[in-house]
């Protein structure tokens, strides 16, 4: 009895890995119109995809200077993440800088509508997808935190959940840094853009459970003051979201482990019954 019981439990372990390594990472060329020019994205399909009627789609963000292949290449997580949160996962190329903003500052960039729209549809065009926001989420690490949330609370008829890690979601702070002055111009000189631009200026554009929100940022990272900032301001607005703290840096090791969670809480999202 006990030979059986190990040689089942070694068969399961046998099959779990299989099944592990049978989500099918694709690099795909997507089309910006608003940008007039091809865009590389990773697409993450479950082993189950080729019998799926539709499956729900996670946006995975990347952060400043990475580019669409930073999630397949640096997070060992998302080897099996499509097969175990049984989703498609869709890692945008937001160039080295964009902030996925439109920017006011360089027409050339557009990244607000490339992610929020021709994306979206892009991806719902070529997969089996569920084509409403109770299907879609969308999350990030770093600029990519501040995008996901960005893109989320100006767009709640395309997501219905969204995540940051480790998320600029203050950029005010940070007037030099990683690209955001090319992106809005000076904070000196337009400081309308910046307010009107960050995160946490955004919250008058949420109702209570619009969004499902979930947040996460290490003790030890230098955005750790403002997501904690973002915290407390949605606690003053009544806005229910998952926080999470705790000790790390801004860094790929707390990125592997934050991103489970992150499609955790999207997966348990999806799996929600519906009211709209």
Request: proline share 5%.
């Amino acid at each position: 009895m006990l030979y059986l019981r190990i040689l089942l439990t070694f068969g399961f372990l046998v099959v779990g890995k299989q099944l592990a390594c049978a989500a099918k990472i694709d690099t795909v060329e997507t089309y910006s119109a608003s940008m007039k020019k091809s865009i590389k994205a990773v697409v993450m399909t479950p082993n189950t995809y080729a019998s799926d009627k539709e499956l729900p789609v996670v946006y995975l963000l990347h952060g400043y200077s990475g580019n669409y292949s930073d999630w397949a290449k640096k997070a060992p997580a998302m080897q099996n993440a499509a097969d175990l949160h049984h989703v498609i996962i869709v890692c945008p190329d937001g160039n080295f800088g964009s902030w996925y903003l439109d920017s006011p500052a360089d027409p050339s960039f557009k990244y607000e509508t490339y992610v929020a729209d021709e994306l979206v549809k892009w991806v719902d065009s070529h997969y089996k997808t569920i084509r409403n926001r109770s299907g879609r989420a969308i999350t990030g690490l770093s600029m990519g935190g501040h995008g996901a949330l960005y893109l989320a609370f100006r767009h709640q008829d395309v997501f219905g959940a969204a995540g940051s890690m480790s998320g600029g979601v203050d950029i005010r702070p940070f007037p030099n840094n990683w690209d955001m002055a090319k992106r809005l111009g000076t904070y000196a000189q337009f400081p309308e853009r910046w307010e009107q631009n960050t995160v946490i200026n955004l919250l008058h554009l949420l109702t209570p459970n619009a969004l499902a929100l979930i947040i996460d940022c290490g003790t030890e990272d230098f955005f750790f003051r403002v997501n904690n900032n973002l915290h407390d301001k949605l606690l003053e607005r009544n806005i229910p979201h998952d926080y999470i703290a705790r000790p790390g840096g801004h860094n790929w090791p707390y990125w592997n482990n934050a991103v489970q969670y992150q499609l955790l809480f999207m997966r348990q999202y999806f799996d929600r019954p519906k009211t709209n």
